[in-house]
């Protein structure tokens, strides 16, 4: 029996153990928040001092993590006892979104036209550099469209707050639509794609995602998105899951961002794919064979954001699977979502309704 330590206390890491388990792989946690969905597993609130990661570490076949935006500090000190995935070079990228760009630069990824400020007194430069609209976001501590201003003349840049930089300032781009990649690389370099997710955000919020079962997104544009992943992920020397949201445009892909981990456009998985991103995530980090990532079924997922809607009317619908991450309700958090099998017009129409 192998153990498996996963650090961060949200529902990833949830989903992690619930896909972990029936593979006869033990999970061991390290939880910095005391709101945290894994405390239904008998996780308890750490204080990430040296004594409690030693605890942590002791015996591990490999650890892992759900958040990239701890003291890293924490993740040295894990990777002193345990083979850790992803690397700290893949997790520190993502500390700072100036980093994240630079790095796509060097890469020759597509991505869209940016450029930096280190203080709000730099803003003016750094958005007529890049031209209006354009977008300014906190290099650091923003998610769920958290920590981003549209700014479409220099007087909006004004109303941004001083305390949110450094920024990095992007080009608001117009899409088509959003999609995701994700993928997960085994311990010997094999790379497998999902069936790439079509995202729908609603105030920077991912409200809606599915797999593209009607081919929306082009052989063009997928071929270019995974050879994005492969360059990514072989630049990191990665094991796991990675993905990578894309904009849509008329003259082709662009890299919004993305994440060392198993994503939120990735939860369909569960139900629609043969393997999971959880499973896949689980398997490569232990350096065991991966599952397949083939589609088993259509499926749409949304997010339950800010209060459950009637539960009773949620479990009477055929098909739907819910997944209730344990976390108290407050409006616009993440607290859930639900995957409808082989979905039809009425029962979209009928769950978006309970949705709101
Ligand atoms: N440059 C941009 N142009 C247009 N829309 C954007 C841009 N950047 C972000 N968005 C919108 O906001 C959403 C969240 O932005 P993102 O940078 O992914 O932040 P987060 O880290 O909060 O997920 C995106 O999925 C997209 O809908
Ligand atoms: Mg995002």
Redesign the pocket.
């Known amino acids: 029996m192998k153990t498996l330590g996963i650090i961060g206390g949200g529902q990833l890491g949830r989903m992690l153990a619930l896909s972990a388990i029936p593979l006869g792989v033990r999970c061991r946690f390290l939880v910095p928040k005391d709101d945290a969905a894994l405390l239904d597993f008998g996780a308890r609130y750490s204080q990430l001092d040296v004594a409690e990661i030693n605890d942590f570490t002791h015996g591990l076949d490999a650890a892992t993590t759900e958040i990239e935006t701890i003291d890293p500090r924490i993740f040295t000190q894990v990777m002193q006892h345990a083979a850790l995935w992803p690397t700290p070079a893949a997790l520190d990228l993502k500390r700072d979104r100036r980093r994240e760009r630079e790095h796509l630069t060097a890469l020759g990824l597509p991505q869209?036209k940016w450029s930096q400020a280190g203080i709000h007194a730099d803003l003016p430069a750094a958005c007529a550099q890049v031209g209006f609209p354009c977008?300014v976001?906190a290099a650091s501590g923003?998610?769920?469209?958290?920590g981003?201003w549209k700014v479409n003349s220099a007087a909006d840049i004004a109303a941004i707050p001083a305390e949110a930089a450094p920024y990095t300032v992007?080009?608001?781009?117009d899409?088509r639509g959003?999609f995701s990649l994700v993928a997960v690389r085994g311990a010997d370099g094999d790379i497998r794609f999902w069936t790439p997710s079509l995202n729908v955000?609603r105030d920077?919020i991912l409200v809606r995602t599915e797999p593209d079962v009607n081919g929306t997104v082009s052989r063009d544009e997928v071929a270019e998105g995974e050879r994005c992943l492969r360059t990514l992920m072989q630049s990191l020397d990665y094991r796991g899951v990675l993905a990578v949201?894309f904009?849509r445009t008329g003259a082709g892909i662009l890299i919004?961002?993305f994440a060392p981990r198993v994503h939120n456009s990735g939860h369909w998985t569960i139900e629609g794919a043969v393997t999971s991103q959880f499973e896949n995530h689980v398997r490569a980090v232990l350096g065991l064979p991966l599952g397949s990532t083939a589609l088993r079924a259509p499926v749409i997922t949304w997010n339950v954001l800010g209060f459950w809607p009637d539960r009773q009317a949620l479990l009477a619908m055929d098909g739907l699977a819910v997944h209730d991450y344990g976390k108290a309700e407050r409006a616009g958090r993440k607290i859930g979502h639900v995957t409808l099998t082989n979905p039809d017009a009425a029962a979209i129409a009928s769950l978006e309704s309970l949705l709101g």
Do not use: L, S, T, V
């Open positions: 869209p977008r976001k923003g998610y769920d469209g958290r981003q992007e080009a608001e781009i899409f959003e955000h920077g949201e904009f919004n961002e």
